[in-house]
């Protein structure tokens, strides 16, 4: 089988080839194609995956090109995880909020709204490659925004594009593995044998119930504070306030529910993340020395470890299961090898939402627990979404779709409206200044809103 990385230069594209090239990999990739409009990325990650490559019996071959036909041509899986206007751009999407006292992140609020004015138009373009030259292709989203992403793809693709996270997956896990009378120390235990009710969008969502043998062992976990402590969503919002919610959220709703904390860490911080990231990755690519994959080993563990740190204390550390454990390689890996050999897999994935949660359009791409197999993605019933959960679901939805619309339409108005609608956007005329002011500083969005 083929697959296709769509930004095979990234930073990341090294853990994808470990997963596929694992000893226990669940499917066999035979070539693995990477295609990046930047030679010398490419170069680099073709390096380290040489290097990787000679420490593996079972390494697909590699290609790398910069005609996207050429790499798309004959693909089984599409894996798209690219960034329009690079680490450079992330840092003015974080800065401009932050100027304008809202807050300041790579895809919730503002930043992320801008990120994708920008990025949506090539995804669509993308989308419509896919279907000329691959039609037969299923396409896995990472590219964030990855909601409004997968659902502006959807218009072209339906239902083979799939958008995928690695935290919802992994807090369940976490979840099931902690809860107090889970002998199963990876928390996976037979498929049959566990279910979950999680819902949301991307970046933003709640795990309400985790059933291990027909026992819902959630309550028992939040009671316990031992418990608690192993799970990062809790620690960082509060036992309190997870036990008052009833669920374990999402860790990006950290900025939905801490916003001004969240706001005034980042901005009283020495760099934002995008200043970390681009700072990092500048340095290693530029110069990734004698031994590239030594390099890119500890870039990595710096870049794990300090992820979301505007959430934790100054002396406070990601526990080390969090920075070393998975990550959506693991769940592009897993959804591959699902829908390849027909062997089932449970997964939380952003698809569309049909009937799922009523309240919101039945395209609307939502994130929730799915059977997956070889006839396809199959999304699990999920309990009724009411209360705070669903006006905020509401809210961030009419947001999404007025900015996807925006950036397929090319209007202005209709991206001021998507900003106004966002409820980490306090203000009409704020929402105005950030059309503005993106407009200017990215040509790309000025060219598209005129």
């Known amino acids: 089988m083929k697959l296709t990385i769509v930004g095979g230069g990234g930073f990341r594209v090294p853990q994808v080839f470990e997963a596929v090239s694992a000893d226990d990999a669940p499917v066999r990739i035979d070539e693995l194609s990477l295609f990046d409009v930047s030679e010398s990325r490419l170069s680099t990650i073709r390096g380290i995956l040489d290097q ?36 450079a751009g992330r840092i003015v999407d974080e800065r401009t909020a932050l100027e304008l006292g809202v807050l300041g992140q790579e895809t919730v609020g503002p930043g992320g709204l801008a990120y994708a004015l920008r990025t949506v138009p090539f995804m669509v373009r993308l989308a419509t490659t896919i279907r ?36 919802p997956i992994g807090l369940m896990r976490r979840a099931a593995a902690t809860a107090p009378g889970v002998v199963d120390e990876d928390g996976t235990g037979d498929d049959d044998d566990l279910s979950f009710d999680y819902v949301g969008l991307n970046h933003l969502g709640w795990l309400r119930s985790v059933t ?12 316990s504070d031992a418990a608690l402590r192993q799970i990062e969503e809790a620690r960082l919002m509060g036992f309190d306030w997870v ?15 801490f916003t001004r904390e969240a706001t005034e860490r980042i ?19 530029d110069a990734p020395g004698d031994d590239p994959l030594d390099a890119w080993l500890r870039a990595r563990h710096e870049r794990e470890a300090s992820y979301m740190a505007e959430s934790r204390s100054a002396d406070e550390e990601r526990l080390a299961q969090d920075v070393d454990g998975g990550g959506y390689q693991k769940v592009a890996l897993d959804l591959m090898a699902a829908l390849a050999t027909g062997q089932p897999s449970t997964m939380i994935l952003d698809v569309g939402n049909g009937s799922q949660v009523p309240e919101l359009p039945e395209d609307a791409v ?21 209360g705070e959960m669903l006006s905020l679901m509401s809210q961030v939805k009419s947001a999404e779709r007025l900015v996807i619309d925006a950036a397929l339409g090319g209007s202005r108005d209709l991206a001021w409206r998507a900003f106004a609608a966002h409820p980490l ?3 009409v005329g704020v929402a105005r200044k950030l059309v503005d002011r993106y407009s200017e500083r990215f040509e790309s969005i000025g060219r598209l809103l005129g």
């Open 366 to 386: 939502i994130e929730v627990g799915c059977r997956v197999d070889a006839a396809g993605v199959h999304p699990w019933p999920i309990a009724p979404v009411g």
């Open 52 to 87: 990787l490559a000679a420490r593996s019996g079972h390494a697909p071959r590699v290609t790398v090109t910069r005609d996207l036909s050429e790499a798309l041509a004959g693909a089984d899986f599409v894996f798209s995880a690219v960034r329009i206007g690079g680490t």
């Open 425 to 427: 956007v306090d203000s």
């Open 243 to 257: 036990r008052a919610l009833g669920a374990l959220p999402n860790e990006y709703l950290y900025y939905y529910y």
């Open 267 to 285: 901005r009283s911080a020495p760099t934002t993340r995008g200043e970390f990231l681009d700072r990092q990755q500048s340095a290693f690519f």
């Open 132 to 167: 000329a030259v691959a039609p037969a292709a299923w396409v896995i989203n990472f590219t964030n925004p990855a909601g409004i992403v997968t659902e502006a793809m959807r218009t072209v693709l339906g239902d083979r594009v799939v958008g995928i996270c690695d935290t």
């Open 212 to 223: 291990v043998g027909g026992r819902d062992v959630l309550p028992g976990l939040l009671e």
